[in-house]
């Protein structure tokens, strides 16, 4: 079973916007953490930014202020609005949720996201 299905990578010049989405359909939303990871060549993969179930955010250093993490209880969905777009943010991205208490974790199939001219 698919548990979180992302969408909207794509190609974008820099300085450009991108939306994210993440659905969440199978699994108890509001129990769970969400955050978006990146993956970029040759690198580890590293977090970007965490929407906890009652709303607060974190975001990575090299993201404040031009990345906004959401999520909608109704529709089961964590989105990351990208703004601001630099080459350095090339990367695979991908949803993750984990259980507050359970410890359970679910990871996304990944997105890619190419900022280039």
């Known amino acids: 079973q698919v548990h979180l299905v992302e969408s909207g990578g794509a190609l974008v010049q820099p300085g450009g916007s991108l939306t994210l989405s993440c659905v969440a359909p199978?699994?108890?939303?509001?129990?769970?953490?969400l955050d978006w990871y990146r993956q970029l060549p040759g690198k580890d993969r590293e977090l970007v930014a965490t929407v906890w179930v009652d709303g607060h955010t974190i975001y990575a250093d090299s993201v404040k202020g031009r990345f906004t993490i959401s999520r909608d209880g109704a529709k089961h969905s964590v989105i990351l609005q990208m703004n601001s777009l630099e080459p350095e943010d090339t990367a695979v991205y991908y949803c993750h949720a984990h259980h507050v208490s359970l410890g359970t974790i679910y990871w996304g199939q990944g997105t890619q996201v190419t900022v280039s001219s």
């Open positions: 199978l699994i108890t939303f509001n129990n769970y953490v």
